[in-house]
Each structure stands twice: as structure tokens, then as C-alpha cells.
């Protein structure tokens, strides 16, 4: 495992981005007077998530799981439903699931490589709060070099020493418990994995929402990254200095999620039946 780390403020914190002036619109993160409409809110955001993922193609099968840990059983997580497409989740086919795969609640099966990588890591690290993984064209493209992102544009620089190049169990089929440990192990600090020869998984400490678009943009700056090379040019890479401070202000979890409310107030409008 090929480990990128470094000291960085805290996740979440204030963005530049908020408004100075008063008065504003605004997206504002929400305050919950309750566990109810916390989870509420948790849910609709994971199947939203789900929709974002199908309209940007990152399906593949029944291949792709995103999780979202429920707010007052921490030990259990609410995840999209086995064998049905990201554009058909909906509220009342979700399932909630404790670490051992065993569903608690809904229909429908766990997808069993979602439970043993998806559940260990948030089992290995309470601080997660969120998970995103999908077979993707460019993310499956990238993996296969073993390498991580270089800071090529501002995109890339978001996960500048915010990711790890995962080579354990490399290419092998996730549905060993030992598999989903080696994951696990890989999060520690980090919010994105690119696993060699598998594809790439992002975490978040903040919501849904953030795992959601880091994952969209990861497979975004592995199709960039994959451009670059085709073209045989040497890529001028961002300096270090330059990287940290774009991943500082436009990298942080709190982007992640302001980023993801464009994506959610559209498909909140275009697709109803997502609240079925």
C-alpha cells in the first residue's frame, strides 16, 4: 500500500466560499432538532446520491454500493439495495444493515462485496460517516497503473496527499472479510483509495454528500489523468504549495457537500419518485 499523508486543518471547516454579505441565497447546512429527521435527511441524500451516480454512468450491473451510517445507530448503515439500478433507489427500497451484512430492515439482499469492504471500514473507523464505490470506465482505467493522481490541474490537486494507492488483495474478487480489512486499514486520514486493479472508493467524515461528488470527481480527474497520458506530453504538474492550498479551499468536506446540493436540488425536481 502506497501511503500520501499530511497535517491539514479540520475537516468541515469554514469555507471562503460562504458568503461575507448578509442576506443571500445560499445553500446552508442543515440543523436537526431530532435523530428522525436527521436519518430523514441521511436517507433522501443517499438516494439522490444513487441517482447522481446514474446519470453520470458510473454503474456497472449490480456492481456499486454507497453507505451512509445511520445518525443514532452508529453501528448500523443504510445502503442501496442489491440488484437494483442506481436510477430505480428509492427511499422505500433501502436497506439498513449492521457490520455482519445482516439486513435489519427492508426487502431486499446486501450486496455482498458492499458488506465486507463497505462494513469494515466503518466498523475499523467511527469516524466515517460515509462511503462511495462503483465500477467505473475511467476510475477501473486509472487503478490499473497502480499509481495515484498526480497534481495535474485543480481538479486533481482536491486529493493531493488525500489519497492512497490500496495494492493488497489487488484484482481478487472483495468477498472475503480479509479483503474488506486490507480496505479498511487504507482509511485512516484520507478521504479517497484507488485500489489496483479494482477501482476507486471515497470516504467522508462529514455526509453522503461529500463521498458522493469526491467519487464523481475522482472518476473525473482518472479520465483527465488518462487524456494527459494518451497525449504523451509531460504534464506541467501543479507545485506542492499551490496543490495544498487548492485542496485546502476547494477539497475540503464541506465543498464536497456544497458541490453535491446542485446535483441534489435537480434530481429533487426532476425525479420525485425518488422520495417513493
Same mark, same amino acid.
Given at each position: ?111 455482498? &462485496?458492499?458488506?465486507?469492504?463497505? #462494513? +469494515?471500514? *466503518? @466498523?475499523? !473507523?467511527?469516524?466515517?460517516? $460515509?462511503?462511495? %464505490? ?51 486499514? &487504507?482509511?485512516?486520514?484520507?478521504? #479517497? +483509495?484507488? *485500489? @489496483?486493479? !479494482?477501482?476507486?472508493?471515497? $470516504?467522508?467524515? %462529514? ?70
Amino acid at each position: 500500500m502506497q501511503a500520501i499523508d499530511s497535517q491539514r486543518p479540520a475537516r468541515g471547516a469554514r469555507s471562503v466560499y460562504e458568503p461575507e454579505q448578509a442576506g443571500l441565497l445560499f445553500p446552508q447546512r442543515p440543523v436537526f432538532s431530532d435523530l428522525a429527521g436527521e436519518r430523514q435527511y441521511r436517507k433522501e441524500h443517499l438516494v439522490a446520491a444513487c441517482r447522481a451516480f446514474a446519470q453520470h454512468h458510473l454503474d456497472y450491473g449490480f456492481a456499486g454500493h454507497l453507505t451512509v451510517r445511520d445518525p443514532e445507530f452508529p453501528e448500523l448503515y443504510w445502503t442501496n439495495p442489491m440488484a437494483v439500478h442506481f436510477s430505480q433507489v428509492k427511499l422505500s427500497n433501502l436497506i439498513l444493515a449492521n457490520h455482519q451484512g445482516r439486513v435489519v430492515q427492508g426487502a431486499h439482499a446486501i450486496n455482498r &462485496a458492499g458488506f465486507v469492504l463497505h #462494513a +469494515a471500514c *466503518h @466498523q475499523e !473507523h467511527p469516524d466515517i460517516v $460515509a462511503m462511495c %464505490h462503483a465500477h467505473t470506465v475511467y476510475g477501473t482505467a486509472f487503478a490499473a497503473l497502480g499509481r495515484a493522481i498526480e497534481p495535474i490541474s485543480q481538479d486533481a490537486a482536491v486529493f493531493f496527499e488525500d489519497h492512497v494507492v490500496i495494492t493488497e488483495e489487488s484484482g481478487k474478487v472483495a468477498v472475503s472479510t480479509q479483503a474488506g480489512g486490507s480496505v479498511a486499514s &487504507a482509511f485512516k486520514g484520507v478521504k #479517497a +483509495a484507488i *485500489h @489496483q486493479n !479494482h477501482g476507486l472508493f471515497t $470516504a467522508s467524515r %462529514h455526509s453522503i454528500d461529500a463521498a458522493a461528488f469526491w467519487f464523481i470527481g475522482l472518476e473525473r480527474v482518472c479520465q483527465q489523468a488518462l487524456l494527459v497520458a494518451a497525449s504523451a506530453i509531460a504534464p506541467v504538474l501543479v507545485a506542492p504549495e499551490k496543490a495544498r492550498y487548492s485542496r485546502e479551499h476547494v477539497g475540503s468536506e464541506y465543498i464536497g457537500w456544497l458541490h453535491f446540493q446542485v446535483l441534489y436540488d435537480h434530481i429533487a425536481a426532476t425525479q420525485p419518485d425518488m422520495f417513493d
